[in-house]
């Protein structure tokens, strides 16, 4: 399981809660982890993650949104801006607490997508992004698209997407990733849907996205 705490910090603009994944090196990258609207920093597809992470050297943040610390359930309404601040906030809380080499910022659906629009407004604040599950548009929905951010998007961003996932075909992450300026990825996990980790793959899963995620920011392979 690995060195894992909870963590706290109440000094900036948003309160900062989750749990801490600590690598082994004492001045790591640092990935920060967020959940989706449904759920929250203890979803099993953001620990898989986590663990993965930190075995790797990278340490990992998984924390709780703004919008989650206030109500333990339901979906997010109306907090975007405090969500995107609570993401700045955590990035300022790592380099106060564990000083790493470099920060990404992530997240399961919208999560990740608050972190991109978090990225898209404030260039330097990570340097990758690393979107599981974009949502790109709700389903059966298409004509509403969730891409207006995409052209101010300068932060390197590795998008890993189910082929079943009703939020985005994997043809239509294909054609809106042409609109970010920045350097994309996308990785496709085939028998997978939004939830993106399943029975089938749940063992294989972090670590595919591990190494695919080390190669993009280039780092070097661990196995």
């Not at 990258?29 to 050297?57: K, R």
């Not at 052209?151 to 075909?169: I, K, Q």
């Amino acid at each position: 399981m690995g060195d894992i705490r909870e963590f706290v910090d109440t000094s900036g603009a948003e309160p900062v809660k989750g749990f801490l994944h600590a690598a082994a090196s004492a001045d790591a990258d640092c990935l920060i982890l967020t959940h989706s609207a449904g759920a929250n920093s203890q979803a099993p597809l953001l620990v898989a993650m986590a663990q993965a992470f930190a075995a790797s050297g990278i340490a990992v943040l998984r924390c709780d949104l703004p919008f989650r610390q206030a109500r333990p359930a339901g979906p997010p309404m109306r907090t975007a801006e405090r969500d995107q601040a609570g993401l700045k906030a955590a990035a300022e809380a790592m380099r106060r607490h564990i000083s790493p080499r470099r920060i990404y910022l992530g997240g399961h659906s919208y999560g990740g997508r608050m972190a991109s629009m978090a990225a898209a407004k404030l260039p330097g604040l990570a340097d990758a992004l690393l979107l599981l599950s974009y949502p790109l548009h709700p389903p059966r929905a298409p004509q509403q698209m969730r891409t207006q951010h995409f052209p101010s998007l300068t932060t390197p961003a590795f998008f890993v997407s189910g082929a079943r996932d009703g939020f985005g075909t994997i043809p239509e992450i294909e054609t809106a990733l042409q609109m970010i300026p920045a350097r994309t990825q996308l990785m496709a996990v085939q028998s997978a849907g939004h939830e993106l980790m399943n029975n089938r793959n749940r063992e294989e899963l972090p670590r595919w996205v591990v190494e695919a995620f080390r190669a993009f920011i280039g780092l070097v392979s661990i196995g």
